[in-house]
């Protein structure tokens, strides 16, 4: 008897010891080229998970649109704690779902324009820009009204802003500069459009391939270039009216908000050990404290005279109407 | 009731719940999801749309007719010459095409035609200017008929191949010429098989995406499988997907049922072959007009697939196949599509057999609604893309666990329903021709179940099965369709991880990957070839 009652309780002391064995674990939903072996995925998950002692477990889809929709699929049964990748024009109807929980005080971010938002933090953040081909074009146009109006003989391949988030960045670009007279613009760039292709990587194909001297792509491509294949070939144009941004965030989930790990992660995403990994692995720039300087590459790079970005809320407000307005001039 | 009991026809019933299952199940799920909310199905509903409709309409009809209309011509000048040096060869390398992912098969094009091109200095000299490249309509219709000729060549073939071999010794004792032989023999084989191939190529011109934006142009060249993918994608509006789907399968069913006014019926010839072989005589005259159409189809389809080769030899081919995600996404990728075709030709053995069935109950009179879905049916699942039976599933079973759990078995699914109508329009002349010639003597003596399969069927369905298995199997290694929208860690196949690479500046190991993609399908076909040889008699 007294053998039993020993063996039952000591079973049960175990069984109450083995969940403090595993180890805590934190979900983090993000985008494929986050956690490519070459992204900075594989130093993140090691590093934050010697801070903290955890598992941090990757779960990856396509891009950040992809990233929302997974989500939205799985509503409040996800997995995610964190959701890793989503860009300011996705914010807004990220929010709407009611999916996302209000983060503590993260500490400060450092985005061109400041940051201000209750729910999403930025980790990186870069400027669209027309990346050209230094030996097709030797003069490319100084401002987007020089593109525009140019000679319809120098191409550029764009995005859909139907179904790219780069061509959605050109429309918002477009529109920030000209405001009700984009149409009037379009219609004479459209000259000068190739074509217009699905997403980023069939134009950026397009244009390596030299079928176009322009390409719709990022003022940090050209550091890509210039680091991985040593080459000053791909340049970015430096435009007068200034660059649309991009800043891409991060949020806990409603589900992420009873993980404590969820809350330190954000914290560490802000931080130098994250933030060090960021340019060189995910071609953007630092939204936060870095130990180490950036790649000489990157100093080479345009530098905006002025940062364009509608807000979160003026996106979801218009995007349908200026992507209708684009569409009937497009088609045409 | 005697049709009930027939286990023909059971099989075929079954085939078709399963696809009707898979259908169904993803606009329950998608609309269960989206009923809350119609406006965006009605809001799809605007002029613009008309226009979309319009030019989807146009592009595909023109692709149909420019790659089925050659086809016929390939397809009769291969029949004609039934062993020569390299043959097995071209009709091997006339499955790959389907394979390559559209963006692959668009930058193969543009190497040779593009603004950059090979040929541009070419073409520039001709035109007197530069050379603007192929984009708009001519570039859609290039790189279609790049994917559709050689598909519809082979399957043309496959329908003249079950031409007796007795009709053929018959024409040579009547001294028939190569014309009265085309007009008596050959025509009506392949006015039989016309419909239901071009209807094919129609179903996979209509639905057709990345080609049509990135050749397009800009967006005056949008198909309603655009709007399609931004409703699922961007916007989320599943009412709005299943409205613009529903659109698409309308449309579709139009256009089939005025195709199948082209076609016509053969009765095919009850009796057993006694000919050993063929008689063929071919004249000289006629040997060169086949040898130069059929080394311009060759050209056509072998140049964009040789820029395809020579970008992938750029690559560091020897990193790419020491990755531990390039094994593992190869291993994947074979895998699941060796499982869909196996599963796909399953189910459209099925149907065919038991349309077969049907139509040999009904002797006479009007086709039930049964042989028309056992026909016909089964080959609209092709307009309903990918990512809306995924989406459509996922919602469904959002509740019932991790749906992600099960991706891999969406992908098999998916794309085994989506290679049917690939694999019955390989398998069916081969299986009708057959049953015509021993329907007879299999109920005289009895023969009937798994021996009638093995003993009668297998021996004339061997080689058609393989040519539907190779076909399926290609079309489920250049897929992306069901995890491109959502993706899936579990799922890691060769284009998506090509396309993962192309988005992030590794052009070159992208091209790597496409070669790699390539070889995978060409060493399966060549395998399924191989089996579906046998012994040769």
Known sequence: MRTLLYSLVSAMVLAAAVPAFAKD????????????????????????????????????????????????????????????????????????????????????????????????????????????????????PKSLKELVEGSADEKIVIQDPRTSTPGLGLLLWVKSVYGDKAPEAWAKLKAKVLTVTPGWSEAYGLFTKGEAPMVLSYTTSPAYHMVAENTQRYQAASFEEGEYLQIEVAGITTSGAKNPLAEKFMAFMTGPKFQDA??????????????????????????????????????????????????????? | MRLASDPRVTAGITALAAVALLIGGAFTGLLFEGAHDLSGAWAALDPYLLRVVRFTLWQAALSTLLSVGPALLVARALSRHPRFFGRGFILQLFALPLALPAIVAALGILALYGRAGYFSGLLSAVGGQGWPG???????????????????????????????????????????????????IEWPMLRAALPGIAGLVFMLCITSFTIVLTLGGGPAATTLEVGIYQALRFDFDPARAVALTL?????????????????ANTTGDANLPVAPRRYLSVGAGETILNIVLIALALLFVAGPMAATLAAGLGADLGRLAG??????????????????????????????????ALALNRRAGPRSLLEHAADTGAGLVLVVPPIVIGAGWFLLLRHAGDVFAIAPIMVVTVNAVMAM??????????????????????????????????????????????????????????????????????????????????????TEDAAGLALLLGLVCLALVLAADWLGRGEKA
């Open chain 1, 25 to 140: 674990k934190l979900t983090v939903y993000t985008y494929e080229s986050f956690t490519a072996d070459w992204g900075p995925g594989p130093v993140v998950k090691k590093e934050f998970e010697a801070e903290c002692g955890c598992d941090v477990e990757f779960v990856s889809v396509a891009d950040g649109v992809a990233l929302l929709n997974r989500v939205k699929l799985e509503g409040g049964s996800t997995k995610a704690d964190i959701v890793l990748g989503l860009d300011t024009n996705l914010t807004a109807e990220a929010k709407a779902t009611g999916l996302f929980s209000p983060h503590g005080a993260v500490a400060d971010a450092k985005v061109p324009g400041g940051w201000s938002d209750d729910t999403f933090v930025p980790f990186d953040y870069g400027y669209f820009a027309v990346v050209y081909d230094t030996e097709k074009l030797k003069t490319p």
């Open chain 1, 278 to 332: 960021i340019p060189e692995t995910n071609w953007m720039f630092p939204a936060g404290k870095t130990d180490k300087p950036l790649n000489p590459a990157f100093d080479k790079l345009v530098k905006p005279t002025k940062t364009l970005l509608f807000s979160a809320d003026e996106v979801a407000a218009n995007r349908k109407a200026w992507v209708d307005e684009w569409l009937s001039v497009m088609s045409k």
């Open chain 2, 134 to 184: 192929i984009y708009g309509l001519s570039g859609i219709l290039v790189a279609h008929v790049f994917f559709n000729l050689p598909l519809s060549s082979r399957l043309f073939l496959e329908a003249l191949q079950t031409i007796p071999a007795d009709q053929w010794r018959l024409a040579s004792q009547l001294g028939m010429g190569p014309r009265p032989a085309f007009r008596l």
């Open chain 2, 247 to 263: 659109l698409q399968v309308a449309l579709t069913c139009l256009v089939m049922l005025c195709l199948t006014r082209l076609g």
């Open chain 2, 323 to 356: 990755e531990a995600t390039v094994r593992q996404a190869t291993l994947t990728s074979a895998g699941l599509a060796f499982v869909s075709a196996l599963l796909s030709v399953l189910l459209s053995l099925s149907l065919t057999i038991a349309r077969r």
């Open chain 2, 421 to 506: 109508p690939f694999a019955i329009r390989a398998i069916r002349p081969a299986y009708d021709a057959a049953s015509e010639r021993h329907e007879r003597l299999c109920a005289l003596l009895g023969i009937a179940g798994w021996a009638r399969f093995r003993l009668v069927d297998w021996p004339s369905l061997r080689r058609p099965l393989a040519t539907g298995f190779a076909f399926a199997m290609a079309l489920s290694l250049g897929d992306l369709g069901v995890i491109a929208l959502f993706g899936s860690d579990s799922v890691q196949t060769l284009p998506y991880l090509l396309l993962a690479r192309m988005g992030s500046y590794r």
